[in-house]
């Protein structure tokens, strides 16, 4: 039940979070990653989220399974948004089900740091006045062998 | 034997290289069919890349993907393979 | 707009969602609690929430108030149901929206685990066979001077 | 003057005393009235209440709020405080 999807559409809280839970969870996380209007200073319009796609779901898949095995659950769903995104909107959401609270915790946050460091996604902000550039990112981590 | 074949032709495979990001601003494109010898690596593919105009500002060890997977410099290739050069990321 | 409530009701998530984020925020923090069908080991089929409520509304606001020093933002909002509630029902619901994501993870984390210390609130699980019996509590910390 | 007033007499506070959970069941009631004389601390009402029955299973040193807020024994308390006696809490 880990699922983990790329999407050009809207993403709806609600929505995500009905994919976790169950009568053995005591603890539901929802992390929402939101457009801000300003980025180390500089006022911003909207961005453009770029994919890998066919990678990025797979890394995702990937990132959601490691969490689950982290964190002791199946009821993780996670989802990344791209193409053109304004204030506001989400551009990620993430949810897992855990027993007990330290495991939703530490699994969430698991998600959005490896998805930051890892997951095939450029972003191009939009800033007041008509400039746009490319956000500078992470270097993800490659693997020393082929397969790891 | 490296991509000599016996009658001394050397046998090349294709490979499928896709950019994003600002790697695609260098390469004018977002993929490009790059024909290798057999028994190149990504590594060869990569210097190849920076033989070629304004690819020549990729970075010498950049992150990439074999078949949608991250990968090290040293992978094998094979004819078909879809590789993907990766700028730092962004994502979240 | 730190908001704190203690209720009766049954808790809509959507609706404590709705009352943080904002244009300057670039991550939103949603933790529920759940009735579990198991605690200990022994099953589980509803639990019984008793509140010293108009103290336990006053400290919830204090500590959604330490919340947002914490991590620096106005945008808190936490509610706990008391009364009679079934597997599954949320018993506790925080969100937190900040600029960012290390500071929604903290503050959130915070408001859950002070309300398991402080929180004047007791709970009587109500076991598959009929019987029932007060969960084993947390003695909170007493300040050693009035009023501190 | 610790309740004494010139006449002889000691002067007495009422206070509300609330009972929650575990510590209801050894009151058998939610609230009682409790008269102390003036001067007295909240260690001093947990004193008392220890002389009534099955509150002497109340612990020595109990959690308390005086007025909803979390107050150490030491407190003085005032004619009409509320004091909860507050059994460790499991919230959340």
Tied chains: 1, 3.
Excluded: C
Excluded at chain 1, 65 to 94: F, K, N, P, Q
Excluded at chain 2, 10 to 28: N, Q, S
């Amino acid at each position: 039940m880990v699922r983990a999807l790329v999407t050009r559409e809207r993403i709806d809280p609600a929505d995500v979070l009905a994919r976790v839970g169950g009568d053995g969870d005591g603890a539901v996380l929802l992390f929402l990653g939101t457009v801000r209007n300003h980025n180390e200073g500089a006022p911003v319009e909207g961005l453009t989220y770029e994919a890998y796609e066919s990678m990025a779901e797979r890394e995702l898949e990937r990132i959601a399974a490691e969490a689950a095995e982290r964190a002791g659950t199946e009821r993780i769903a996670v989802i990344h948004r791209v193409g053109e995104l304004a204030i506001g909107d989400i551009s990620v959401a993430i949810a897992v089900s855990t027993p007990h609270r330290a495991e939703a915790f530490d699994g969430s946050r698991y998600v959005i740091e490896e998805i930051k460091k890892r997951l095939p996604v450029w972003k191009r902000e939009h800033y007041v006045g008509g400039a746009s550039g490319w956000v500078e990112g992470a270097i993800p981590p490659v693997p020393e062998v082929a397969g790891e | 034997m490296n991509g000599r074949v016996p009658g001394g032709y050397v046998e090349h495979m294709r490979i499928r290289t896709l950019f994003f990001a600002t790697y695609r601003d260098l390469a004018g494109a977002e993929a490009l069919d790059i024909d290798l010898p057999t028994g190149a690596t990504a590594g060869d593919l990569v210097a190849r890349l920076r033989q070629r105009g304004r690819l020549a500002a990729l970075p010498s060890e950049p992150a990439l993907a074999v078949n949608e997977e991250y990968a090290p410099l040293s992978t094998g290739l094979s004819d078909g393979d879809e590789v993907a050069l990766l700028p730092p990321v962004a994502g979240g």
